[in-house]
């Protein structure tokens, strides 16, 4: 397995996936940040898991040349190379909770992110593609304050990082508004342990590696892309909106 992850973080949900299915599989594991032994042949690999996306042209190379079969967490665009990989359904994910959203009768949503790679660009056309498809109208914006939600008329805001879901709520809650009567907030990625009970979804990471790992042991024969569903979270901060007041 190849991850140039130094730090504790997304990567480890993922990294204890691909641990437990090696273990099913009688496999050893070897983590390793780079791919320069291969050439020593001193250490027989049978397949590599790309863990992060630091990977690059060279590493791709390595693997192909020495015919070590391999297989991507998340999607890499290599000219030439169709590179089997297993991948969040993020799309998915956000249609599931805008639907949800428009459903309890939310007509202005606010999307807050700032898209910084593949996934954070998809969710965003996904959030975009989905409030057109439910009537709804939608606004992004890298970073919002509580002020400009309320002047907007907003009733529910989806954050891409939970970290500005608890800001916003917590901002709220010291103004005396209530989450979800005044403002349903959302995340797109819900920790497991979440101590404020945020709604939204949980990005599925040590499934993504449970699954490389079987994709890794099926190849050629397995279609070379397995999209994984993002898990809804009931949570407390999404309700129907308050009627205006008259």
């Given at each position: 397995m190849l991850s140039r992850d130094t730090l504790p973080g997304e990567s480890t949900p993922a990294l204890a996936g691909i641990g437990h299915a090696a273990h099913r599989a009688g496999s050893g594991l070897l983590l390793c940040a780079d791919l320069d032994f291969v050439q020593s042949r001193d250490v027989p690999l049978?397949?590599?898991?790309?863990?992060?996306?630091?990977?690059?042209?060279?590493?791709?190379?390595?693997?192909?040349?020495?015919?070590?079969?391999?297989?991507?967490?998340?999607?890499?665009?290599?000219?030439?190379?169709?590179?089997?990989?297993?991948?969040?359904?993020?799309a998915a994910g956000?249609?599931?909770?805008?639907?949800?959203?428009?459903?309890?009768?939310?007509?202005?949503?606010?999307?807050?992110?700032?898209?910084?790679?593949?996934?954070?660009?998809?969710?965003?056309?996904?959030?975009?593609?989905?409030?057109?498809e439910f009537g709804v109208h939608g606004r992004h914006a890298p970073a919002v304050w509580l002020d400009q939600v309320l002047r907007l008329g907003v009733t529910a805001v989806i954050a891409e990082h939970p970290d500005d879901a608890a800001g916003l709520i917590a901002a709220a809650r010291r103004r005396n508004l209530s989450v979800p009567g005044d403002l349903s907030v959302m995340t797109l990625d819900t920790s497991e342990h979440d101590p404020q009970g945020i709604t939204g979804v949980r990005v599925p990471r040590w499934e993504t590696g449970r699954r490389a790992v079987h994709l890794l042991a099926r190849l050629p024969q397995r279609a070379p892309q397995v999209l994984v569903e993002c898990e809804f979270v009931g949570g407390t901060t999404l309700a129907a909106p308050r009627p205006p007041a008259r």
């Open positions: 049978s397949g590599c898991v790309l863990l992060d996306r630091t990977a690059d042209e060279h590493d791709l190379t390595t693997l192909i040349e020495h015919a070590i079969p391999f297989v991507s967490i998340g999607r890499r665009e290599v000219v030439g190379t169709s590179v089997p990989c297993v991948d969040v359904d993020y956000v249609r599931d909770l805008v639907a949800r959203t428009a459903a309890l009768g939310h007509r202005q949503i606010v999307y807050i992110g700032m898209p910084s790679g593949a996934a954070s660009v998809e969710r965003l056309h996904a959030f975009r593609a989905a409030v057109a």
